[in-house]
Structures are given as C-alpha cells and as structure tokens.
C-alpha cells in the first residue's frame, strides 16, 4: 500500500483555521485520498476525499498539490469538538488498498478554548 | 437513519474463553467491515462480509472469524482469548462491496474487549 506520512501532533486555536499537512509521495495515478477523524472514546468518522481537483464540503476542504504527492486537509474554524486524531489515507486499485482503511499513526489536533 | 451500532459496547473475559460481538449496519448497507484497534498496532484490518460471504481478509490469525447474516448483520468471533486481544474492536458498514474506492465506510462506536 502506497504510505502516508503525518506530523504526529498540531496545536490550534478555537475558531481559526487549521492546516494539517499529509504527505504520500508515491501516490499512483488511481489512489483517491481520503481523509478520516477520530474523536476521543468514538468510531472513526469519514471527513472529504478527493482524487487531483480541491474538495470542498461542510465538514472541511481538501488541497491537493498538483503533483499530488501531498495534501492538505483545511479546517476552515476549529472548534472544540474538532480536537480528534485525524487520518489521511490512501485508496486505489493497486496493492491490495481497495477494501480496506490502512490507518497510519495520523495527527493528533488539540483546539485550545 | 440510525448508524452502525455494536453491542456489547465492554466486554471482559479471561484467557481461554472465546468471545462474539455485534454489529448491525446502517439500513440499506452490504458490505461490513472489522477493524481492531490498540495502541501499539493502531487501527488494523480484520476481515469485510459482503452478502454473507467474506470478501477479504487482513492479517489475523484463524482464532478470529465471522460471519454475515441474509440481513447483512455481522458477528465475529475470537476463540481461545489472549492478553493481546485486548482492543476495541470497530465495525464499519458501506453501501457497496470491496472495490468502490470512493465508498464512505462508516463506523460503529466499537466494542471495547479487555482480557483478564
């Protein structure tokens, strides 16, 4: 499965915006990139993907470099309940990433008050 | 519409006894999927059950098994327990099956299994 690389911790503030950067250099052509969070003593839930065009929903947007060797998942206002760890991954045909999730570590976002 | 629900939501056994959890899907769903999840290894892959058949599977040993009913409810099964099973075990349910790249999946609360 193609790797994603995650900063294992941000820092925001309420109602400002949030960045948070995945890298995956050795995306193929087909992956999608899909970007999933998990909230402290819950199930993960699924936030945007997107395949080489940006992303927009009511959760979030989603940035994706034009070489698509990174992307970025941008919190537009943080507010306390987005504090989670967030996953960025990747979904293809190839190497067997089609059927399943492959979390990494992802990034923990803490949102001070 | 109701969301994946699993139950038991905690469950505590001892080593050697085996164990069942639940999980029933969103309404309309096929495909179910498990996943484990511990703090050494992260959120892994156990199987996924798409019209009662197991589609795929990660890599787990034959101690943990599944199965998926005509109602696309899914139950799997952990024999003879160790101290490692400990975990929360997350179901996640998609409309379509193994494939559909751009399919949410969309997980239950997770049953929390604690070994003694």
């Known amino acids: 499965d193609a790797k994603t690389t995650q900063p294992n911790s941000m820092e925001s503030n309420e109602e400002e915006p949030v960045h948070l950067p995945c890298n995956h250099s050795t995306i193929s052509g087909t992956d999608y990139i899909h970007w999933y969070r998990q909230l402290p003593s819950q199930g993960p839930e699924y936030v945007i993907h997107?395949?080489?065009s940006n992303v927009n929903n009511r959760m979030a947007s989603l940035a994706i470099a034009e070489d698509r060797k990174s992307s970025t998942l941008i919190l537009h206002r943080a507010t306390l309940r987005d504090a989670a760890v967030y996953y960025c991954?990747?979904?293809?045909?190839?190497?067997?990433?089609?059927?399943?999730?492959?979390f990494g570590k992802g990034t923990l976002l803490t949102v001070n008050p | 519409k109701a969301g994946v629900t699993q139950t038991p939501r905690y469950l505590i056994k001892t080593r050697g006894q085996q164990v069942t959890l639940s999980c029933s899907p969103i309404?309309?769903?096929?495909?179910v999927s498990w996943y484990q999840q511990t703090p050494g290894q992260g959120l892994q892959f156990l199987f996924e059950y798409f019209s009662e058949t197991q589609r795929n599977k990660g890599n787990f040993p034959g101690r943990f098994s599944g199965r998926q009913f005509s109602n696309s409810r899914s139950e799997m099964n952990v024999s003879t327990l160790e101290l490692g099973d400990s975990a929360l075990y997350l179901c996640?349910?998609?409309?379509?099956?193994?494939?559909?790249?751009?399919?949410?999946?969309?997980f239950g609360p997770g049953t929390r299994l604690t070994v003694l």
């Open positions: 309404s309309g769903h096929r495909s």
């Open positions: 997107g395949l080489t």
């Open positions: 996640a349910s998609s409309w379509r099956t193994s494939g559909a790249v751009t399919d949410t999946q969309y």
């Open positions: 991954i990747l979904r293809g045909n190839s190497g067997g990433s089609n059927y399943k999730l492959t």
